[in-house]
């Protein structure tokens, strides 16, 4: 745009010189012969002049054309660009919703599933949930503690089968607090 504007502004002045020169050759205001040709010659200069400037005028046109339908492009794209993160925001926030509504039965859940439980049971739960990377408790499973994927020995089977069901047994492993179940293989 500002390139346009200064050959434009190129052109308008030669132009005007142009008229300029030729008015006084018309109005007889040069009269001596050696001057007049002068005069003449930069009439033809002027003339090249113009015709040059009209060209770079023209090229400028063009490569504004040309970046105006480049923007023209690229502001559609972003258009679509920005509707497809419309689309991808409305998703994730539906997405954080059902989760923020999940988590909070779950806490509802949780908060029903501890009740009743002693305060030093529940204390060491939450420090191996930290440690362990939110899982404390492992389920016994044929013989193997589900948390570090560890074969429990004989003679620690033997000791877990013998202890009471209120006991609270840890792994000897990943120190996760262990829960049997039927297929424990106990």
């Not at 970046?67 to 998703?91: K, M, N, P």
């Not at 440690?131 to 429990?152: D, E, F, M, S, W």
Request: aromatic fraction near 0%.
């Amino acid at each position: 745009m500002v390139e346009q504007k200064k050959v434009d502004a190129d052109v308008e002045q030669v132009k005007a010189r142009r008229k300029r020169d030729q008015d006084r050759i018309d109005q007889g205001q040069i009269t001596h012969p050696k001057d007049l040709e002068r005069m003449q010659h930069e009439m033809l200069s002027l003339e090249r002049r113009v015709t040059s400037l009209e060209d770079d005028e023209l090229e400028v046109m063009g490569r504004l054309e040309d970046a105006q339908r480049d923007l023209d492009a690229l502001t559609a794209q972003l258009a679509e660009v920005d509707e497809r993160l419309s689309v991808l925001r409305a998703g994730r926030d539906e997405k954080t919703a059902e989760i923020d509504a999940s988590l909070a039965g779950l806490v509802g859940e949780r908060a029903a599933g501890v009740e009743g439980l002693p305060e030093d049971l529940l204390a060491l739960y939450e420090k191996l949930r930290i440690q362990k990377g939110g899982v404390a408790a492992a389920a016994i499973l044929q013989r193997r503690c589900t948390g570090c994927q560890l074969g429990i020995d004989n003679a620690e089977i033997a000791v877990i089968r013998a202890a009471p069901s209120d006991l609270v047994i840890r792994c000897e492993e990943c120190s996760r607090i262990l829960v049997r179940t039927s297929e424990s293989g106990l």
